[in-house]
């Protein structure tokens, strides 16, 4: 399997569409637990650090279905990076301002969570003109999904990383930006 997996990294362009698809996801892997560590380090309650985690969670729900649509009709550098940037500007909205007043952080939260880029989806697009047999694809699917589950375990830990060394408004902040690079990596390649 390991072969496999080193035989579609060596593709042209295949590391760094994965690569940047993983980083551009690590805002989606790190949302949940950065907000309610940022919340909680605001003084707010668990009840409101879940209430806006789930908010964020039902946006990114709606919006994945709705940006892959747009990407369908306007291709991927159109749609990913303005919506990672959208996406980042909200939850930077969110760090700055806090939980007061509280209709602004849902709406911020909320808007994070919709114009998540739809990485995944877009990359799962790219693996068929990227690879030259099929075979490959489907060795690329399960390694996407291998790096995704990695990705959503190392990404509470980036977060706990960042809340330590700086704070819960820092974590939330740069791996958004973080987020942004990867999306911005993604879409200049010329697959995308």
């Not at 806090?98 to 693996?127: I, K, M, N, Q």
Request: aromatic share 6%; net charge neutral.
């Amino acid at each position: 399997m390991a072969a496999g997996y080193l035989e579609i990294l060596r593709a042209r362009h295949a590391a760094r569409l994965l690569t940047g698809t993983l980083v551009g996801r690590l805002p989606n892997a790190t949302a949940a637990i950065a907000i309610v560590l940022f919340v909680r380090a605001e003084g707010g309650t668990y009840s409101l650090a879940g209430g806006l985690a789930a908010v964020y969670g039902v946006a990114n729900a709606v919006g994945q279905p709705l940006l892959g649509r747009l990407v369908d009709l306007h291709g991927q550098p159109r749609v990913q990076l303005p919506s990672a940037v959208l996406s980042a500007l909200a939850m930077a909205l969110f760090a700055f301002t806090g939980t007061d007043p509280l209709p602004l952080a849902y709406a911020a939260v909320a808007a994070a969570g919709l114009f998540t880029p739809p990485l995944e989806g877009g990359l799962r697009a790219l693996w068929p003109s990227v690879l030259r047999h099929e075979d490959q694809v489907h060795t690329a699917y399960a390694m996407d999904a291998v790096a995704q589950e990695v990705m959503f375990t190392v990404g509470p830990l980036l977060v706990t990383l960042c809340v330590s060394l700086w704070s819960a408004q820092a974590a939330l902040v740069v791996l958004n930006v973080i987020g942004v690079l990867g999306a911005l990596s993604v879409v200049v390649s010329p697959p995308s």
